[in-house]
């Protein structure tokens, strides 16, 4: 059974920083790529970035040059690093795995950790 387990959330001033962690377990198959949603109170869930096996990364415009994704193959791991935090970045954070299983891809959850960014 595959579980995401997320840490690092939490309550930060506007500027400041977080790392977001992600770990799965139970992961069987190829890992084709691992990212991070956010969702806000009354808004839909977002994509936030990605990242492939071989470290591509994707981010959207509103945390480009702000926030870093990153992982570790070894450990099935991918990390968040929040730099520069606003206010309009307080939401639910979500990470997700894409476990690719000879061909057909299975998408995995994580639980989600709060962010808060507030003075």
């Known amino acids: 059974q595959v579980q995401l387990v997320e840490s690092g959330g939490g309550l930060v001033q506007p500027g400041g920083s977080l790392r977001l962690s992600c770990a799965a377990s139970g992961i069987r198959f190829i890992i084709d790529s691992m990212g991070w949603y956010r969702q806000a109170p009354g808004k839909q869930r977002d994509l936030v970035a990605t990242i492939t096996s071989t470290g591509r990364t994707d981010y959207a415009d509103s945390v480009k040059g702000r926030f870093t994704i990153s992982r570790d193959n070894a450990k099935d791991t991918v990390f968040l690093q929040m730099n520069s935090l606003k206010p309009e970045d307080t939401a639910d954070y979500y990470c997700?795995?894409?476990?690719?299983?000879?061909?057909?891809?299975?998408?995995?959850w994580g639980q989600g950790t709060q962010v808060t960014v507030s003075s």
């Open positions: 997700v795995t894409h476990e690719n299983r000879l061909g057909t891809v299975y998408d995995y």
